[in-house]
T-cell receptor, first 115, second 114 residues
Framework: AQSVTQPDIHITVSEGASLELRCNYS??????LFWYVQSPGQGLQLLLK??????LVQGIKGFEAEFKRSQSSFNLRKPSVHWSDAAEYFC?????????????FGSGTRLQVQP | DGGITQSPKYLFRKEGQNVTLSCEQN?????MYWYRQDPGQGLRLIYY???????QKGDIAEGYSVSREKKESFPLTVTSAQKNPTAFYLC?????????????FGPGTRLTVL
């Protein structure tokens, strides 16, 4: 079965600093990979997704992620964090149990931004 | 504006009661989903539907029921059989339910059992 691991439950960075959120996956086939962001008490919004091709994917709000097959990772990065980036971030893969029709999510990483 | 609406935003239930959470979308999407979110556990799939009048159980369907009588609506009923229903419930939709489709999420309903 597929799984997604986000090793960092909580990360704090200073505004203007760079950010990297880790995501590791276990998948029995070529993975499709997603990053979503959730503001407190809100729904999720897609930041970016990877299916194939260029392993460096650009998303919204200045985020990017790099797919590394050899490391089974899909880490999310941003060169300079803004206070509005404080939120919870989820990595996800299609669920093999549902024929890839739904998503399996990691447990999330909560980002706090210090002024 | 196109999107997904969920109501109510907050819901309180007494033990032994059934409650129904509403989810409506005007994106003309075929597929709809219900996820449950608990602190530190990410999102877990309750039910999903690829087409009207058809739906499938997800990972944690016990104690829940759904219907899909209309393309735009996918209500979730939390029954008294659900032993620990206090959680944040998120509804989502995607164009065709394909593995590369983006899922669009509603704002959620927070259910609390009193």
């Amino acid at each position: 079965a597929q799984s997604v691991t986000q090793p960092d439950i909580h990360i704090t960075v200073s505004e203007g600093a760079s950010l990297e959120l880790r995501c590791n996956y276990s998948y029995g086939a070529t993975p499709y990979l997603f990053w979503y962001v959730q503001s407190p008490g809100q729904g999720l919004q897609l930041l970016l997704k990877y299916f194939s091709g260029d392993t460096l994917v650009q998303g919204i709000k200045g985020f990017e992620a790099e797919f590394k097959r050899s490391q089974s990772s899909f880490n999310l990065r941003k060169p300079s964090v803004h206070w509005s980036d404080a939120a919870e971030y989820f990595c996800a893969v299609p669920s093999m149990d549902t024929g890839r029709r739904a998503l399996t999510f990691g447990s999330g990483t909560r980002l706090q931004v210090q002024p | 504006d196109g999107g997904i609406t969920q109501s109510p935003k907050y819901l309180f239930r007494k033990e032994g009661q059934n409650v129904t959470l509403s989810c409506e979308q005007n994106l003309n999407h075929d597929a709809m989903y219900w996820y449950r979110q608990d602190p530190g556990q990410g999102l877990r799939l309750i039910y999903y539907s690829q087409i009207v009048n058809d739906f499938q159980k997800g990972d944690i369907a016990e104690g829940y029921s759904v219907s899909r009588e209309k393309k735009e609506s996918f209500p979730l009923t939390v029954t008294s059989a659900q032993k620990n229903p206090t959680a944040f419930y998120l509804c989502a939709s995607s164009e065709a339910g394909g593995s590369t489709d983006t899922q669009y999420f509603g704002p959620g309903t927070r259910l609390t059992v009193l």
